[in-house]
């Protein structure tokens, strides 16, 4: 019979969200012939291909999200192939995104789910115990303590991310470089959005932070 335990007590939490690291390498200049590329013919060379990979990985992902949710539930542990194919997904997308949506970087986003030279990088650690309490928490829950207060902060930051990377777009093509402190502002973006999604997919314990700071 399974039991639902509460999570061992913990030490008081450090200021850095624990099991997770992104890191976006600043790039020192940024080519006008690639920005104009990716805004006029991105869809065709890098949302097509991409997106319809990223379509069937995403469904897999999903489902590979609803597995570990039994065996972490009767073991505490997430499975460890399950754990890396889904953070691989994860960083897959966001590749795309730094380099397509986002105009962070000028490197094409390769075709794979681990890519450790490339300037966007996602780090996961597979916890060692997962709380039987707080996976089902997030399953049932999730969307309710998690998805909303999160989701409507997240909504407007969106919205500020789009207007500052509408501004960098004409400061690249002028200047050719990427304004830091915008490029700051869209990496605390990214990085609260992957904390939000680590915890809904059922990869850590610890509730993320309501910011995007390291």
Known sequence: MVTLEPPAASSPPSPSYPGIRLDVAYPEKLSRGTLLLKTFLGWIYIWIPHGIVLYILGILARLAIFVSFFVILFTKKYPKGLFDFVVGVQSWNLRVQTHASLLLNDKY????????DYPTRLEVDNPPVLSRLFVVLKLLFGWLYVGIPHGVILFFYLIGVVFVTIFAWFHILFTGKYPRSVF?????????????????????DEYPPFHGRP
Do not use: D, H, K
Request: positive net charge.
């Open 109 to 116: 986003p390769p075709f794979s789910l681990s890519a450790q």
């Open 184 to 204: 700051n502002f869209v990496i605390g973006y990214l990085r609260w959005q992957e904390r939000v999604t680590a915890y809904l997919s059922l990869q850590r």
